[in-house]
């Protein structure tokens, strides 16, 4: 079997990210203004401006790539808190490094009186706050969207499942759906035609196709009946095709075995 993938969007399009640029500019512009860190001592404000601004779009960019792929290659959806302080850190020395960078071209005579492992120190700070802010505007809806997707009544249910197919391809419209995965605030969804991305939620994508039709083996995927009684060993995930495998998580793995265990 070939997935095709139909629709792959090539730009961020989600409002909640516009918001966390703009907390970023928002938080330059603001430091900038109060000269922090002794900056109104050797720049005046013009420089100080641009000294903040390119400093923390440039270190903003670096965490936001190393985010993105721990969000689409190790955690295939949602990001644990804590990845978000590991990243800070770890990225803390290399913003420390642009920040030395930026005052030797904006103010060189500013680099006698504060250290590289000063200027580290304060971009740590800075990231914590932004990466908790980003963190918390671009995590998954909350447990509470998905036991209400899950409650919701059986005519909303075939609705919401009616939804779905209208956001396919046309040629993946009446195709069977055999895996949705979350990622960022799309779902994908994999039929055995093709693939697509639809915006949606993916709580509420598995409350559309019926608590019978499958099994949620991972936070961020779930797999058809029908696929999860043909794979025989899932120790390294449930394969899709040659190229993807969805991951299985300690809960997904139970309830793996209850579906099998019902229905032998």
Known sequence: MTIIDLTRPTLVTAPRYLLAALLTLAMAIALAVVGAFGSYVTMGLPLRLLHFCASSFAINAVALIVLGYLRRYVFAGALPFWTTISVALATAPLGGLIVQQSLRLCAPQALRYVSFGELTGQVLLINLFIGTVTWALLRQPSDRAEITARDAEPAQVDAMAGEIRAKLPLPLRQAPIIALSAEDHYVRVRTDRGQALILMNLANAI???????????????????????????DRHGIRIDDDSVVPISRAGRKLLKELRKAAA
């Open 207 to 233: 409350a559309a196709l019926g608590p019978d039709a499958g099994v949620r083996v991972h936070r961020s995927h779930w797999v058809s009946r029908a696929l999860a009684m043909k794979t025989s060993d």
